[in-house]
């Protein structure tokens, strides 16, 4: 039973369309974060978000945008999608307390192709 | 140099063999530790949470030194099912990203009939 939610989880979309990935949680989790992953790569953490209203950048560099609004949402956001964005995006989010021997939870990704 | 190194792999081992895979940290101030596994185009899961004393779970051990800054994970008997990469990660205390998980590049398994 996921607690956090992404959408869709494959996208094929043509070269200069505007996408958003959608990324839920319900466990009212503060930070939040976006990864992006190549076939057999490592995680490259590219956009993180401590709260509402809060969003920084990862250590990759990404043309991508994100915004906080509300706890729950941390969508990301390509204006203009290029080939180079083929990827798999998995978001996550990290509960504190008692629950940072968790660690982060993560969504089951979006693939996305640009063509 | 990262700030987790791991041994990439692949590690091909048989069923029911024993397998360990180390990784190091150089975050001196690095506070929680952890194991994560992920399956071929599947999201990383949590393994186990390694602690200082050392902990088990079944047929996997995990094991941290803080004086030498590495972390250690034991597979016995292994199954096939435990074919995936194994990820390595450390949660700084201290730093610009605080509080951030910090994930190694991966050990992949692959466990053979």
């Known amino acids: 039973e996921a607690d956090i939610y992404q959408t869709p989880r494959y996208l094929v979309i043509g070269t200069g369309k505007k996408i958003t990935l959608e990324c839920s949680q319900t466990m009212g989790h503060d930070k939040m974060y976006w990864y992006q992953q190549d076939p057999g790569m490592e995680l490259h953490l590219i956009h993180y978000s401590y709260g509402v209203n809060s969003t920084e950048k990862g250590d990759l560099s990404s043309e991508s945008t994100v915004s906080r609004i509300r706890t729950e949402h941390f969508p990301l956001t390509l204006e203009s999608a290029r080939p180079s964005h083929t990827s798999q995006y998995l978001c996550a989010s990290f509960g504190q307390g008692p629950f940072a021997n968790y660690g982060y939870t993560f969504g089951s990704g979006t693939r996305l192709t640009v063509v | 140099r990262k700030e987790v190194e791991q041994d990439p792999g692949p590690f091909n081992v048989p069923e029911g063999a024993t397998v360990a895979f180390n990784c190091t940290y150089s975050?001196?101030?690095?506070?929680?530790f952890f194991w994560y596994r992920q399956d071929c185009r599947k999201e990383p899961k949590l393994l186990m949470s390694?602690?200082?004393s050392g902990n088990e779970d079944g047929r996997f051990t995990a094991q941290l030194n803080r004086a030498s800054q590495y972390i250690s994970l034991l597979i016995r008997d292994s199954k096939l099912s435990d074919s995936a990469t194994y990820l390595c990660?450390?949660?700084?205390?201290?730093?610009?990203?605080?509080?951030?998980?910090?994930f190694g590049k991966g050990t992949k398994l692959s466990v053979k009939p």
């Open positions: 990660v450390s949660r700084p205390l201290y730093g610009g990203s605080q509080g951030n998980l910090i």
């Open positions: 975050n001196s101030a690095s506070q929680s």
């Open positions: 390694v602690y200082s």
